[in-house]
């Protein structure tokens, strides 16, 4: 059965694709930068990210691209480091790494505070002790409303607003709610 001009016409355009799509998923491997990549190969960026909504398979490869080249840029950055290189190259390779992997190479900054405050349950009213019970006011929040009841009362606490379970009665916490 002979092929249809069109058909014959979709066939070469399928197979330049996949040979395009080969491409960039090698040279992502490479470089880990998708603008560099489609710069590189001369197709636009708009359309490596078409295919990646389009192709779960293209998907695949591409985040298993990056995955490679993070993988790389540690080993070489290890590598770098054992052998003595020069400090420049190892700083611009610990840049890169922060940026790729945050959650393994970034700076860590505790930011918790303990707050520490009194509460005089007698002044707290029934509506907002019940709305406390149910879970639907923190700690803080019943503190901020004594104050806001009493405004003549000075204030030695914390009346910013914060996360919590609304199950502790204690009047310590921290200010993620802890």
């Avoid at 009213?125 to 003549?152: C, H, M, R, W």
Wanted: aromatic content about 8%; some cysteine; glycine content about 6%.
């Amino acid at each position: 059965m002979p092929f249809r001009k069109d058909s014959l016409i979709k066939f070469v355009h399928d197979a330049q694709t996949d040979i395009k799509k080969d491409m960039f998923i090698n040279a992502l491997k490479q470089l880990h930068n998708v603008s560099v990549v489609c710069e590189v190969i001369k197709i636009s960026r708009a359309m490596v990210y078409e295919w990646r909504n389009e192709d779960p398979d293209f998907k695949r490869r591409w985040e298993e691209a990056i995955q490679f080249s993070k993988e790389a840029l540690e080993s070489a950055t290890y590598l770098k480091a054992i052998k003595g290189n020069s400090a420049p190259a190892i700083t611009a390779s610990i840049f890169l790494l922060k940026g790729m992997y945050p959650e393994k190479y970034s700076e860590r900054i505790d930011m918790t505070q303990k707050v520490s405050f009194t509460i005089d349950w007698s002044k707290v009213s029934d509506e907002t002790l019940d709305k406390f019970n149910a879970g639907e006011l923190t700690l803080l929040d019943v503190y901020n409303s004594t104050i806001q009841q009493n405004p003549t009362e000075q204030s030695t606490g914390a009346v910013g607003r914060t996360e919590g379970s609304g199950a502790e009665r204690s009047g310590e916490t921290t200010e993620n709610g802890e």
